[in-house]
């Protein structure tokens, strides 16, 4: 078959004018059907020539049209070395709590690609961030480590309390965060696997800072209901965080985390987003209007008539 043809041009190139070269490029989303990896291969597939290779432990479960949904464990070698084959970049998550793997992970990215942009966990215990962006670092040319403050979709744990009533309860209602969208990390994670300009350590937040219970009446405000904060001590705020879908292996690190962090000063905000990706960073008043069917409550179903 002609490449004119292979390319989608049946008519002849007249000549004197160059040919099509179509530049296919191979990109490896771990995570990518979690609540950032989603947003990166969605943006991936906006850009002309990307491919996108999406990993999930369960693809008939991925709901990803238009990507290459490949099965993987990333912590399983024999499951990842084919999937990395032939990929240009890729965007690595660690969703797990311990960081045990991730050298053997990265090795095996570094065998088959330049470009990784490895998006930072403070959920691992033994492996601080520092720790794994030194060991990206000291494995990949083309380093990208994104260091981001509290996703702003943490607040779907509360999802269930606020579907069920109009209150919100937990511990350190007035801990103060910089609550960051999905969308833009993912937008920087693009911008960093698509153009290989930002090889080192990009530090994102959200551009405002909010606590708790700032966060719960801002969703109330994109329900239109009035919610409210209700603090609990640590022992029932650890059986609300479990049962509002905190893993059980999570909650005490999540609470010790909130714990130091309220005798920490009040959080920075960056403006790494804007200047990555040249719109600022959206708010948490954003994120709330984009994920408001989420805190809906179900309408009532109609009473039966006699
Ligand atoms: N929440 C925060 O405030 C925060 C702050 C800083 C950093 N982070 C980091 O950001 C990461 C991404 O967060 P997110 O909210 O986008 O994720 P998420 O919605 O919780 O989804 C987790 C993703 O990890 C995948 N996954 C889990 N274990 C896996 C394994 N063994 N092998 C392959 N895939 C696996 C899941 O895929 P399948 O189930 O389809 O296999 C899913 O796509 C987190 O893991 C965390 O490290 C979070």
Request: net charge neutral.
């Amino acid at each position: 078959m002609p490449d004119s043809a292979r390319l989608g041009h049946a008519t002849p190139r007249p000549a004197g004018c160059p040919a099509i070269v179509a530049v296919m490029t191979t990109y490896l989303v771990t995570g990518a059907t979690g609540n950032v990896g989603r947003n990166v291969v969605r943006q991936l597939l906006n850009i002309p020539g990307a491919q996108v290779r999406a990993v999930s432990r369960d693809p008939g479960r991925a709901d990803l049209p238009g990507a290459q949904v490949v099965r993987a464990d990333i912590t399983d070698k024999a499951d990842l070395e084919p999937v990395v084959d032939g990929i240009d970049a890729a965007f690595l998550i660690w969703p797990l709590h311990t960081g045990a793997a991730l050298p053997g992970v990265l090795a095996t990215l570094a065998r088959h690609t330049r470009r990784v942009v490895l998006l930072g966990s403070g959920a691992v215990a033994e492996l601080p961030m520092e720790q794994q962006r030194d060991l990206l670092a000291a494995t990949i040319p083309e380093w990208t480590f994104i260091r981001p403050s509290t996703f702003a979709a943490n607040a779907l744990w509360w999802a269930r309390q606020i579907r069920a009533g109009d209150t919100v309860g937990g511990a350190h209602g007035e801990l103060a965060m910089a609550m960051l969208h999905e969308a833009d990390i993912a937008a920087v994670a693009v911008r960093a696997l698509t153009s290989g300009r930002h090889v080192g350590e990009l530090a994102l937040t959200g551009p405002a800072v909010l606590s708790q219970s700032e966060q719960v009446h801002v969703i109330g405000e994109a329900l239109g209901r009035p919610l409210r904060w209700v603090e609990l001590p640590r022992p029932a705020a650890r059986r609300r965080l479990v049962a509002d879908g905190v893993p059980e292996s999570f909650a005490d690190t999540l609470l010790d985390a909130y714990a130091a962090m309220a005798k920490q000063p009040r959080p920075p905000v960056t403006s790494t987003v804007e200047e990555v990706t040249g719109r600022p960073a959206r708010t948490f008043a954003q994120w709330a209007t984009d994920h408001a069917a989420a805190f809906a409550q179900a309408a009532p179903t109609s009473a039966a008539t006699s």
